[in-house]
């Protein structure tokens, strides 16, 4: 390997930081641009967003399932931290749902809806500090 290689991230170890590590990759490398369109308002093509959002919106149901009270056992400050990570997911989807049924016509999308989704993702990483997570 050069000098210069690639830096490995690693996978937490943590279940929550697990979703919230899949969560992450999916904002980042699939929804950078159209959010980038969105905080900007500028027009988007709908057909292109539907096709993004169609392979995207299964994945972030697995990331609900994996972390769903039935399939993962966890402590109580977890737990607290387990329904916020649902309802950020829960709150993009039906962000997206929405600003695709209005062909993101910024005056019927509540686009303040997109920001309070970012910022839960930044109260949650203060609270994933609190529990010690390998991931932020």
Do not use: C, W
């Not at 390997?1 to 969560?23: H, Q, S, T, W």
């Not at 993962?72 to 749902?97: A, G, P, Q, T």
């Not at 997109?114 to 203060?126: A, F, G, T």
Request: net charge positive; no cysteine; aromatic share 10%.
């Amino acid at each position: 390997m050069g000098l210069f290689g690639k830096k490995k991230i690693e996978r937490p170890k943590n279940p929550l930081g697990v979703a919230l590590y899949d969560y992450d990759r999916l904002i980042k490398t699939r929804f950078k641009k159209i959010i980038a369109y969105i905080k900007a308002e500028k027009p988007l093509k709908t057909e292109k967003v539907e096709k993004v959002l169609d392979r995207s919106i299964p994945k972030m149901e697995d990331i609900l399932e994996h972390i769903s009270k039935e399939n993962l056992k966890i402590d109580y400050r977890s737990d607290k931290i387990r329904y916020k990570i649902i309802d950020m997911v829960n709150d993009i989807i039906k962000f997206f749902k929405e600003a695709i049924e209005y062909k993101f016509d910024y005056e019927k999308v509540d686009t303040g809806m997109l920001e309070r989704v970012l910022e839960k993702r930044e109260q949650i990483k203060k609270d994933m500090k609190e529990i010690e997570s390998d991931y932020l």
